[in-house]
């Protein structure tokens, strides 16, 4: 990703995954790009507007499949609060070219950080349209943590629906900046 004042460029390769005929997954031969370019505007510290385009093509050829747009707020009334939303996939791209359409999905979060900026509490729910019913919202909630100068833990829980059910995931992660200075 590059970023230059207000605009932004991203680049994604993801490979399909298939079967190795033992039960297993592997990397497969077939991939798609996935290029993005976007705009964020406001006052950064404040309220923020962003909206980007999105791309997609085949890994070999030229065939640009389809492409979508995707919108975002982000507000943050106190230096301890902040809140924002998304709505990805306005176009409803058919990425594979296959009939089947990505779906809009609305994203609304809050973050706070009731500590100062080493700690943040972190959660958002995500529904694929405005027609779903909260048995099938997307939940994640996280804890960010800036344990000493250059060295932030993360881990965050996510519910998903499957099937009848819900299947649930957590995530662990560290980070570590070399050479950054702290801003007080």
Not at 59 to 67: A, C, E, I, L, M
Not at 118 to 137: G, H
């Amino acid at each position: 990703a590059l970023k230059a004042g207000p605009l932004g460029f991203g680049f994604d390769r993801a490979y399909a995954w298939e079967s190795n005929g033992g039960g297993k997954l592997v990397p497969g031969n077939d991939a798609f790009d996935t290029y993005t370019i976007g705009m964020a505007l406001g006052e950064p510290r404040k309220f923020s507007l962003g909206f980007d385009y999105r791309w997609f093509r085949p890994q070999f050829g030229d065939d640009v499949r389809t492409g979508t747009w995707d919108v975002g707020a982000l507000y943050r009334p106190t230096n301890w609060l902040s809140l924002g939303a998304t709505a990805k996939n306005l176009s409803e791209p058919d990425v594979f070219g296959d009939g089947m359409k990505l779906p809009i999905t609305y994203t609304a979060g809050l973050a706070v950080r009731p500590l100062g900026d080493r700690l943040t509490l972190m959660a958002d729910a995500s529904v694929l349209d405005e027609n779903e019913d909260f048995e099938n919202v997307v939940y994640m909630a996280g804890i960010e943590a800036e344990v000493i100068d250059g060295l932030t833990l993360r881990g965050s829980f996510q519910s998903s629906p499957d099937g009848d059910g819900r299947q649930d995931e957590m995530s662990f992660g560290a980070e570590a900046s070399v050479g950054v200075k702290r801003k007080e």
